[in-house]
């Protein structure tokens, strides 16, 4: 189990750090977001949170974390700490699990063997995210970042993702939140400082028993 959490507030942002304790810190990243330079900075470390990363952000800025509970086994890979980067820079946060059966399926697609849910439902997917995703059995709510550090979320049916008003983000409901619709992507504006839907896309997969 992982969590995402996001806040213009950098008090906010330790608020969902709290709330979001229970969901894992053998890991954890921050990704800031700074719309003045279309640039996005990514720390990431294992174990608890490291608050000194809080101090001096940009103002106007987006703080983005994942804390995470791996759901393969404790393994201290670096590489394997959210997000996942592709090679053309894009950033994947995700919080869920994808099925083994589904993972091989996408390496046979891709000529790949890759191990890492994370990396596998990345580099399927985001090329063509509406068309790709309904391929993908499992779990997912998730945080892309791509071109000019552009902040777009989405999740199926059953993995949860909160938001507010004000742009703040969160694995866990809080005060003021409301889910964001399955099946819909959110892009985050800087401009209105809040999520807006953008489109849809289909998972057929749905409804995912484990």
């Not at 996005?40 to 294992?46: A, E, G, N």
């Not at 499992?138 to 071109?147: D, K, M, P, Q, T």
């Not at 999740?155 to 938001?163: G, Q, V």
């Amino acid at each position: 189990m992982c969590s995402i959490i996001g806040s213009f507030s950098v008090d906010i942002f330790k608020e969902l750090l709290i709330l979001n304790k229970s969901r894992g810190s053998f890991s954890y990243s921050l990704t800031i977001i700074d719309p003045h330079t279309d640039n996005s900075i990514t720390h990431k470390d294992f174990g608890d949170f490291d608050l000194s990363l809080l101090e001096d952000i940009p103002a106007g800025s987006y703080l983005l974390g994942h804390c995470q509970a791996p759901t393969n086994g404790l393994h201290k890979i670096a590489g394997r700490i959210h997000p996942y980067i592709m090679e053309d820079g894009s950033k994947l946060l995700h919080n869920g699990i994808i099925k083994s059966k589904n993972i091989s399926f996408i390496n046979e697609q891709l000529d790949t063997n890759y191990e890492w849910d994370t990396q596998a439902l990345a580099e399927y997917t985001i090329p063509a995210l509406t068309t790709k995703l309904p391929d993908i059995e499992g779990s997912f709510a998730c945080a892309l970042i791509n071109e000019r550090s552009r902040l777009k979320i989405f999740r199926n049916m059953i993995a949860p993702l909160f938001i507010n008003p004000q742009g703040d983000l969160s694995s866990t409901k809080f005060e003021t939140s409301m889910s964001i619709k399955e099946n819909t992507f959110y892009v985050l504006s800087f401009r209105e400082k809040c999520f807006i839907p953008i489109g849809n896309f289909v998972n057929t997969h749905n409804p995912y028993y484990f």
